[in-house]
């Protein structure tokens, strides 16, 4: 393993599956009351320059259950918002902490935060990626349909981070992808191509479409995610008109299979992005989708930190 995680190519096949399989185990063994100190004694910096509610309360429970600690990091209290350099601020906090997983917006800044420091650095959202997310995406959908290899996935909306993690992630563990977003709102060129590579590498399908009946067509799992993401709130009214056709309801998932699932990262804009039905008969997936962010992450720091 690389010694960070700041985007899912980061991460090879082999090591995707590793990190779901430990992932499992310690789910088991959180739900079995089954003590795994991996990290005793260990400190997990958590840097947040965008709001979140499930990144931040499951970093922190992890690091707790795996016996370590975990210390919320506001930018605002930070000297880093007052200009501190990244470099000096990666130099100091690499003095004191055994990992820092940071929410931040752009990927650069995460890029020169992992160079200038000595321990792991964990994405937990960038303008560009979600990696963490993606983990327990997968977990989840193993978990619903015991396998990953061959299913048909797709994925309506933004060509935003989570758009380019899953394309990375879901490709690369042998699963079709289809993509079905807006004209102007597609992944940018660098993902969509190294989605063509992933695609060719592993023999599965890659489809980029502005149909999103196209994508969703004999579907195993639908993915969706909001259309202004944190960053974007003056684009809201724009993309509310501009997405109009790109919403998950009962018309969507009437050409998925019968048996497709659904995912939402969560939080959810009802009646946007997916109805509220939708949401709510596929609530279990998704909830568990939000629950799987604790294991999939404490598997991370197990492999990074430990
Ligand atoms: N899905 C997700 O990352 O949620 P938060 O923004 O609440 O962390
Ligand atoms: N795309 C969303 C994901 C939130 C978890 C955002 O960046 O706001």
Not at 55 to 73: C, D, H, I, K, P
Not at 92 to 104: A, Q, W
Not at 185 to 207: C, D, G, H, P, S
Not at 226 to 232: E, F, I, K, P
Request: with cysteine.
């Amino acid at each position: 393993m690389q010694k960070d995680l700041l985007k899912m190519d980061d991460l090879s096949k082999e090591e995707i599956l590793d990190i779901l399989n430990l992932a499992d185990q310690l789910k088991y063994e959180q739900k079995h009351g089954i003590e795994h100190h991996h990290l005793k004694g260990k400190s997990l910096g958590m840097i947040f320059e965008k709001s979140s509610t499930r990144t931040r309360v499951s970093f922190e429970v992890g690091m707790y259950q795996l016996g370590g600690n975990a210390l919320f990091l506001s930018n605002k209290d930070l000297q880093i918002g007052r200009g501190e350099p990244i470099q000096d601020t990666a130099r100091v906090l690499s003095r004191f902490l055994d990992g820092i997983m940071i929410r931040t917006y752009s990927q650069e800044d995460i890029e020169v935060l992992a160079k200038n420091s000595s321990i792991p650095i964990i994405n937990g959202l960038t303008d560009e990626e979600h990696p963490c997310q993606v983990l327990a995406d997968l977990m989840t959908i193993r978990e619903y349909k015991n396998i990953l290899e061959g299913l048909n996935v797709a994925f309506i909306g933004d060509g935003n981070n989570m758009a380019n993690s899953l394309m990375v992630g879901c490709l690369k563990v042998g699963m079709n992808f289809s993509i079905a977003s807006p004209e102007n709102y597609t992944a940018n060129e660098k993902y969509l191509n190294r989605a063509k590579e992933i695609a060719e590498k592993e023999n599965v399908k890659f489809t980029k479409t502005t149909s999103p009946l196209e994508a969703a067509k004999n579907a195993d799992v639908i993915i969706t995610d909001v259309w202004a993401s944190m960053g974007q709130e003056k684009e809201q009214l724009a993309r509310i008109k501009a997405f109009n056709g790109f919403q998950v309801n009962d018309n969507l998932m009437s050409v998925a299979k019968n048996d497709a699932i659904v995912l939402h990262c969560l939080p959810a804009h009802r009646e946007e992005e997916i109805t509220t039905k939708v949401l709510e008969e596929h609530s279990s997936e998704i909830f568990d989708e939000s629950e799987n962010r604790l294991h999939a992450q404490k598997a991370v720091l197990v492999k990074l930190m430990k």
